[in-house]
Structures are given as C-alpha cells and as structure tokens.
C-alpha cells in the first residue's frame, strides 16, 4: 500500500509509472510530473477504468474514500462511469437556463393562447398534473420521444387514455412552438403515432326521448335553489349554446325587444360572433331575469361576487339535485337534446349546425360564413322549438315540428 512519504518521494522518469495502492487503484506519475488516482475495474467483462482525482488536491484518503465509493457500486452491478456520466448529465440539466426547459417552454406558449378560458384552465392542468411533474425541467431540446412516452404512458397506467392522448398533443402543440422560436430540432411527438392506447370515444350525455325531455323540464320548473341558477336551467334548453357561453352571458349583448342575442367572436369557441334568435319563451325568462342581475353585467352572477359568472359547476349541480347523474344528463347536453330532436324533426341540418355553431367542414365555405345565415329559418326553428318544449312540458300529445317553407 502507499504512504504520502513513498508518493513525495517519488521522482518522474521518461516514462509514465504506477505507483499501486491495492485493489485496482493506483497513482499515475507522468513525465511530467502530474500526478492522477486511477482506477482500473471490470464490468460486465469489460475493462474500464475511473479517474478518481488529482494529486494533492485529492490526497490517498480521499483517493481511497473514493475507490470504497467505486467498488460499493460495482458490488451492486452499477458502472462507477456510467453513475458519474448520469450524475454530471443530471447537474447540467439543473443548471439548464430557466428559459429552456419544458415547463418555461410551454408556461410562455400557454399565455401566448387566445382561447376561452376553460379550455385555457384545461392545458395548464393537463401541464401541471401530469407533464411538468415528469418532463418540465428537462431541457426542451433534450426531450426525446422515449423520454415522452415514458411520461406519457404513466398517465396510461393511470386508466386516464383521455387524458395521455389529450397531454401528448399538448406537448407536440408546445414542441411545434418551440420549434419556431428555434429552441428545437424537431417534434418528438410525430414518432409517437400509434404509440398510446386509443382512448374510448365519450359523449355528452343527455336526455333526448320526447316523453323523458317533458319530465326534465318539469323538474326544472320544481327546482327550489337559487333563482338565477333556475333562469339558467330553464334558458339552456331554449337556446342550446355551450355551457361557457351561457354563464357568461352580459345583458349588453341582449336585444329582447328585437329577439336576438349577439355573442361576441371572442367568447365563441370558434372565435366568429354568433347570434341567437330568441323564441318569446326566452324573452320571457330573461325579462324575469332583468330586474335581479342588472342590465351591465353578467346574467348569471357568481353567488359571491358580481364582476364573475356563475361556475361552470353550477348547473351540473343543479341538475344533479334534480335527480339527474353525471350519465343522464349534462348542461352540455341541451344541446345534443337539441340537434337531435330537431334533424329527426326535419329541419335543415345546415341551420340546424349554423344554430350550434359548429366549424363549417369547408375552409373556403367558412371564410364567408357570417353568423346571420339562415337567420330567417333559425328564427322560425328558436320559436317552434320553443313551442315544442313547451308541448312535452305539458305532457300534450306533441307531433313532429318540420321545418316550414317561407
């Protein structure tokens, strides 16, 4: 074994020599004159072999601490190199610039949306549970598709299929920024086709059997909670817009003596302004409405503050207190109560889709689509569809509305 006397003694020759401590380490004296611990191991039959320091920076103590160190990796099958290689890797990504990692990536591209505000409150979930936990402090560049997959497939494990396929367009939607802004190569997402177990396809439920349509109105009629909440239920059925767009209404978009309801483009999903023709029944439920929420500010208030709609909870909840489960029947599903009853009746699927807002399926057809087409058909269908609900309230014999001719 050495002793710091034998190492000083020691005088460097032509030639490099190995002054042995024992069980593979060893001071290796160059020409010169630097001195450096090695140490020599195998691994899975393999010669390798590990710097351990510099002498005397690294005295034969440290050196020795530092070959126990080694060794107890060996004894549990781990490459000292390969360990240090990781370990080196691993400092170098906590001193990534804050500016190149996933999360910073993706928390600039977030603000950079211009998107309704649930649909925003859902990326930064999917985000914050399920990618930054696994993936935000990886810098971006170095994100490959397997380092993806692996996080992406934890979700898998959770059961959540809807969710893994939703974070994975997320994270390619963050990549393909990324890739503008020139902080990538490439979209490690587009190697990932196929590689995610499809998730189930989901509808929103709901209530469209005429006689089952008549006993949900009725149990609108009984419900005994807040009456703003009520003016909401009893307006969804009747003018069938998303549920965001119903509790954020403002009375300044209301014509009630003209019938219409404007709904501004940046609140609409599809960013067009869209209107609403309203049947006398919701005129009459909103001028119910009037004297309670003001003519300013929203229709349908938070209990706890005026400057914020109601929550889009509330009339879930509500219906939830009806009787109605989660897969009865959802504030979405006035409008799949709508659309199908109303094609089933007849009425043109154009202004039918028109109504609802959907993205037309031709671009070029969509350029020119303005939100008062087939205003005069949808005016007629908002009143007869209105009667109609009003004909299975009553539980009255009720025949089908086709749409009439002008």
């Known amino acids: 074994m050495l002793t710091d006397t034998a190492i000083r003694k020691t005088k460097p020759s032509a030639t490099p020599l190995k002054l042995s401590d024992g069980q593979g380490m060893y001071l290796l004296v160059k020409p010169d004159g630097g001195r450096y611990w090695r140490l020599d191991y195998r691994h899975n039959g393999k010669r390798k072999t590990l710097a351990l320091g510099v002498y005397p ?14 060794r107890k990796l060996l004894a549990n099958d781990i490459d000292p190199c390969a360990a240090r290689k990781e370990s080196k890797q691993a400092q170098l990504k906590a001193t990534a610039p804050p500016t190149d990692t996933f999360e910073a990536v993706a928390r600039t591209w977030m603000a950079r949306q211009d998107v309704a505000e ?34 992406l497939r934890k979700i898998e494990d959770m059961g959540k299929l809807d969710t893994a396929s939703r974070a994975k367009i997320k994270a390619g ?48 009629d009984g419900f005994s909670g807040q009456f703003v909440t009520l003016a909401a239920l009893k307006l969804a059925p009747l003018v069938f817009v998303r549920p965001g767009e119903l509790r954020k209404a403002r009375w300044p978009e209301f014509d009630l003596d003209g019938a219409i309801w404007r709904i501004p483009g940046e609140r609409m999903k599809m960013k067009a302004p869209h209107v609403v023709p309203l049947s006398m029944q919701a005129v009459a439920v909103l001028r119910e409405l009037l004297p309670l929420t003001g003519t300013d500010g929203y229709l349908f208030p938070s209990v706890r503050t005026s400057t914020r709609p109601m929550s889009e909870n509330t009339v879930n909840a509500a219906l939830r207190r009806l009787g109605y489960s989660k897969d009865e029947m959802t504030g979405h599903g006035f409008r799949s109560m709508a659309a199908s009853r109303l094609n089933e009746m007849g009425w043109n699927a154009d202004a039918i889709e028109r109504q609802l807002a959907h ?6 057809r ?36 086709r749409r009439k001719t002008a």
């Open 173 to 220: 939607q963050v990549f393909r920024y990324a890739l503008l802004e020139g902080k990538v190569e490439n979209d490690p997402t587009a190697s990932l086709r196929g590689a995610l177990k499809p998730p189930k396809p989901k509808h929103h439920s709901a209530v469209t059997d005429p006689s089952r349509i008549g006993e949900l109105l009725r149990a609108i």
């Open 57 to 70: 920076e690294v005295s034969l103590a440290d050196a020795r601490e530092r070959r126990a160190s080694a």
């Open 359 to 364: 993205a037309e399926s031709n671009k070029v």
């Open 366 to 401: 969509a350029a020119y689509t303005h939100a008062a087409q087939y205003l005069e058909e949808r005016t007629r269908m908002m009143q007869a569809w209105a009667d109609y609900l009003d004909g299975l309230r009553n539980g009255a014999t009720v025949i089908s509305i």
């Open 118 to 151: 649930v649909t925003a409150n859902k990326n930064r979930w999917i985000m914050e549970t399920f990618l930054f936990p696994e993936i935000g402090s990886h810098p971006i560049a170095e994100i490959t598709p397997r380092i993806l997959l692996d996080a």
